[in-house]
């Protein structure tokens, strides 16, 4: 019996460390796709000028590309990947299900419907789409919520009312197409496919704002979501606030992809694929927040070079994930079924 | 004559789901220290019950008190280090090795910051060794066989280290063999730490042979309530069940065995 | 919880008691609605017309401009009776095959895998005649049927309705991004797209009706001699077998039927979602689950509703007009939710 807790100690204390090790992995891939996306281009700039850019001294050639054109991009990735990726791990998580990400179940067809509504219909423009965007995915969420309660919300119903929402919503959104003018049309394909191509310091801001308010609540509620896996009774006989920690964390996550969905447009499958992948690389046992995260952001970040550079034409960095996401996506599934999991 | 201490006390309560009742002016109290066991045909609310006893559904008359107080005042975490539930069908996180599942059942022990604490250590070594599962620790829980993840299950409910333990059918879809041994621990565990514990069997001569205290309900009503041999007679046996039946003394424990007709 | 709860099939309704009005008197109900929808359908556009209007341009004698635009309007009648009705027994027969009430083709990724089939088969393969379009997408249609079943049966449990809707919901994300990844580079094809994708029959003609015509009522057929193995399907696939029916066979039969009816809907007139998933509900209704009658009146109903979707959206939005994919999805969602949340699971 004394050599038992060494034992258990130990095991833990791998599982531990090789999470951490796995985050520091993470993080540096993140901070290199980030430095790779202000020195490559049409020119290419070394890690000295972009830094002087950075820094604030004036660079000739390398002040307005580095400056104006990349920073901004690399910066609205990184936070549109964040927050994709840890928005859509804690639907996934409170779901209990990897399938349940937020773009499957509306909460994205939401935000896109209002903001191509927006610039078709209303003829909005700039922050005021993003508004109304904002607003839209909010009320889809709650909506959704409402209408799954019934003593309760059950995870499956929740899921199903999404499915239903979101096929409404892109209908809607298919239709408001049908009537944009060309010019319109361009405008509004951002809010079909996500890129970061329209990227500037005006989407930055308010995006970092809201991560900077959100992301330490979510954080705060990490292990009652995990707790939450459980299973609602389990989690409540465990001193969990169930109804409370799902309205907290539905909220953040909603406002996390909401408001990356009106900066960037809804990126495919980085709220989908991002907590998989994370899990997969850090491990089971923890909160996967920070993880997924880091994955969301790697992913954006990749595509976009990818999808800018790599092929022939400049494909938004949707497109690029849309597109890696399916074959993913069946590989995912083989993988959990193999294991024993259930979806 | 001194009755036991009454932990956990179920006063005149009223359970129902939207507008179906379940259960109507039902009184219970479990005995401090014991076993008891809740039974009764498919539907007549023992789960409903149970969930009621562990705050999980609120009475739409009557109350639930645990130590005198109505469980909806306790705050949560406080409850939580009081009473310990292990429901019908927990799902474990994929992928989860043992330790760390157990080591969510400390969750009501642990700070805001969540620290890590020796006693923590202590607790969920403690939980694992009572268990028999110490050498599955690492082991990933979707690998285990049904037995052994029941066992887990209450080793998490263990590591709680409560003071009344709630099982919901714990023995359902197990073989005899492992619901023997399933029960066989709580019946230890009961014996050693003094664990107050209150479960839904379906079984009749299962509860029979482990419990203390034996409730029947029948239609969301306490039909009998009181030591299984005055429970388990042939006439509340035929009356809860719908079983004629002839009741003979179990050959090994002594306690009543009910055999149809 | 019900064996018919376990097994995930709508419950039988009211099978076995007696049902106020006779279900054929249900299924000739439905028909002369259908006949009369029809007739809205004819009439009602921007410009109205008469009896007398209506009654030469069928016949074919456009002597009035009132009897021309009726003539106009006739294609496009039948292709909403037949893609309704096809689609309506496409629902049906998917909602018996995989014992889920929750089975739609949109829902189930079916038509936007057909979409995909079609622009690839455009984009990369240069196709342009009409036919070829037909063939693969229901080529894509069946791909697509595969991969979602296959997913969503992965796991512990087999497939269950939840499974199975988010499988579907995940593929036509995934096709749906593939799709753009294709058109984006192409601008021609992507404005031709844009307007396939709605969803409508308002580019009806003869052509396209004869083209498809053939293909539908073979499938169709197929479809409604399945009747029997549904039943027995609907009781578990062991309670079948112990039937005497052929499981596999019939699964397979039934659901090429439903394949080649979504495939061909869609190819003529793009995806049109919720009819498969409403129409066998509502005649669950009437007339029980007993397949041998709720498949013929799925293709009546399904036929009565579209057309009346159609005259709504000519309506709603005079003198624009609204697709009737659209008004599907917006009064087919409300419906889905109410679902739902009828059936679906309890808190726990």
Same mark, same amino acid.
């Given at each position: 019996?004394?050599? +038992? ?11 531990? $460390? ?16 980030? %430095?790779? $996306? ?56 409170? +779901? ?15 935000? &896109? ?16 789409? &993003? ?5 839209? %995915? ?31 919503? *892109? ?9 944009? $003018? ?49 299973? *609602? *009774? ?17 909220? &953040? %996550? ?56 790599? +092929? ?26 193999? &294991?024993?999991?259930?979806? | ?70 469980? =909806?005042?306790? !705050? ?30 400390? =969750?009501? =022990? ?29 082991? !990933? ?36 063999? =492992? ?76 306690? !009543? ?5 | ?12 309704? @009211? ?19 259908? @006949? ?12 109205? /017309? ?31 009776? #037949? ?25 189930? @990724?079916?038509?936007?895998?057909s979409a995909l089939a079609v622009v690839c088969g455009i984009a990369f393969f240069g196709l342009t005649a009409p036919s070829s379009y037909l063939v693969v997408a229901i080529l894509g249609a ?8 296959? #997913? ?49 029959? @308002? ?48 699964? /397979? ?24 998933? /409403? /129409? ?45 994919? #659209? ?9 889905? #939710? ?11």
């Amino acid at each position: 019996m004394s050599t +038992l807790p060494v034992a258990l100690v130990g095991g833990r204390r791998r599982r531990a $460390s090789r999470r951490r090790r796995m985050l520091a992995l993470l993080g540096l891939l993140v901070a290199l796709a980030f %430095a790779a $996306s202000l020195m490559i281009g049409h020119t290419l700039y070394g890690p000295v000028d972009v830094i002087r850019v950075i820094v604030g001294q004036d660079v000739p050639g390398a002040s307005f590309t580095v400056g104006d054109l990349r920073l901004p991009r690399a910066a609205l990735g990184l936070l549109a990947g964040v927050a994709f990726g840890m928005g859509g791990v804690t639907f996934q998580t409170m +779901l209990r299900n990897p399938l349940a990400a937020p773009d499957v179940i509306g909460i994205s067809s939401g935000a &896109s419907a209002a903001g191509v509504f927006g610039i078709v219909v209303l003829g909005l423009s700039g922050p005021a789409v &993003s508004l109304v965007a904002v607003v839209a %995915a909010l009320g889809v969420a709650l909506l959704i919520y409402v209408l799954a309660w019934r003593d309760g919300v059950v995870g499956s119903r929740l899921v199903l009312i999404g499915i239903g929402v979101a096929a409404m919503l *892109d209908s809607v959104v298919s239709w408001v197409l049908v009537r944009a $003018s060309q010019w319109d049309l361009q405008a509004a394909m951002r809010w079909l496919t996500g890129s970061l191509n329209a990227a500037s310091w005006e989407l930055v801001v308010p995006l970092l704002v809201v991560l900077l308010f959100a992301v330490p609540v979510l954080l705060a509620q990490a292990r009652p979501l995990e707790l939450l896996q459980l299973g *609602d *009774d389990a989690a409540a006989a465990l001193g969990v606030r169930v109804e409370r920690t799902r309205l907290i964390v539905i909220v &953040s %996550a909603v406002l996390l992809i909401a408001c990356a969905t009106a900066a960037a447009g809804p990126i495919a499958f980085v709220a989908f694929l991002s907590g998989p992948i994370a899990a997969r690389s850090v491990g089971p046992g923890t909160s996967l927040l920070v993880p997924a995260g880091l994955v969301g952001a790697l992913v954006v970040l990749s595509a976009d070079q990818l999808g800018q550079w790599a +092929l022939g034409t400049r494909y938004p960095v949707g497109v690029i994930t849309g597109a890696l996401g399916a074959p993913f996506l069946v590989y995912l599934l083989a993988r959990t079924h193999r &294991s024993g999991g259930s979806l | 004559m001194n009755a036991p201490e009454n932990q956990l006390v179920v006063e005149r309560a009223s359970l129902s789901y939207g507008d179906r009742s379940i259960v109507t002016d039902l009184s219970l109290a479990l005995p401090e220290g014991g076993v008891t066991v809740i039974v009764g045909a498919n539907a007549c609310g023992k789960s409903t019950l149970l969930r009621a006893m562990a705050r999980l559904l609120r009475p739409t008359g009557g109350r639930v008190l645990l130590d005198g107080r109505d469980v =909806h005042t306790i !705050p949560t975490r406080q409850l939580a280090r009081r009473l310990g539930l292990m429901p019908q069908s927990p799902i474990a996180p994929e992928g989860i090795v043992v330790a760390d599942l157990v080591a969510r059942g400390r =969750h009501p =022990h642990q700070g805001p910051f969540g620290r890590w604490t020796t006693a923590d250590e202590a607790a969920v070594a403690a939980a694992l060794e009572a268990t028999g599962v110490s050498d599955l620790a690492d082991r !990933p829980v979707d690998e285990l066989s049904g037995g052994q993840r029941q066992r887990v299950w209450i080793a998490m409910a263990l590591a709680q280290e409560t003071s009344v333990l709630l099982l919901d059918e714990p023995t359902t879809y197990l073989d005899l063999a =492992h619901q023997i041994e399933v029960l066989d621990l709580l019946a230890r565990l009961n014996a050693e730490r003094g664990t107050t514990v209150a479960m839904v069997l379906h079984d009749l001569n299962l509860a029979a042979r482990y419990a203390d205290h034996l409730v029947a309900l029948r239609a969301g009503r306490v039909v009998a309530a009181g030591t299984p041999a005055d429970v388990v007679t042939e006439d509340i046996v035929e009356e809860v069940f719908g079983l004629p039946c002839m009741v003979v003394a179990d050959p090994v424990t002594g306690t !009543p065995l009910v055999v149809p007709r | 919880m019900s064996l018919a709860q376990q097994l995930g099939r709508p419950a039988a309704v @009211g099978a076995t008691r007696r049902r106020p009005v006779g279900r054929t008197t249900v299924l000739l109900v439905a028909l002369a609605a259908l @006949g009369g929808a029809a007739v809205l359908s004819v009439a009602i556009g921007v410009r109205t /017309v008469g009896w007398h209007d209506i009654a030469a341009g069928v016949a074919g004698h456009p002597d009035s401009v009132g009897a021309a635009a009726v003539a106009k309007r006739l294609p496009r009648t039948v292709l909403a009776v #037949i893609v309704g009705g096809a689609l309506g027994l496409a629902g049906a027969v998917m909602q018996g095959v995989t014992r889920n009430p929750l089975a739609d083709p949109a829902l189930l @990724g079916v038509t936007s895998g057909s979409a995909l089939a079609v622009v690839c088969g455009i984009a990369f393969f240069g196709l342009t005649a009409p036919s070829s379009y037909l063939v693969v997408a229901i080529l894509g249609a069946a791909l697509a049927a595969a991969v979602v079943y296959a #997913i969503g049966s992965l796991g512990r449990g087999g497939h269950t309705p939840l499974k199975l809707a988010l499988a579907g919901a995940a593929c036509t994300a995934a096709f749906s991004s593939l799709v753009s990844a294709v058109l984006l580079p192409r601008i021609d094809v992507m404005n031709q797209f844009r307007f396939w994708q709605i969803g409508g029959v @308002g580019g009806a003609d003869w052509d396209r009706i004869a083209m498809v015509a053939p293909l539908l009522t073979a499938a169709l057929l197929v479809g409604l001699s399945s009747a029997r193995g549904l039943d027995a399907l609907a009781l578990g696939d062991d309670a079948a077998a112990a039937l005497g029916v052929r499981v596999g066979r019939t699964r /397979v039969h039934a659901g090429l039927a439903a394949i080649v009816l979504c495939g061909s809907a869609t190819a003529v007139a793009g995806p049109i979602g919720f009819v498969g998933l /409403v /129409v066998p509900h509502l005649c669950r209704l009437l007339v029980g689950s007993a397949h041998r009658w709720l498949l013929p009146l799925s293709v009546l109903v399904g036929a009565l509703l579209l057309t009346l979707a159609d005259v709504l959206g000519r309506v709603l939005t005079r003198p624009a007009e609204l697709d009737v994919g #659209i008004v599907t999805a917006v009064l087919g969602a409300p419906f889905f #939710i109410a679902l739902v949340r009828r059936t679906a699971g309890r808190a726990r």
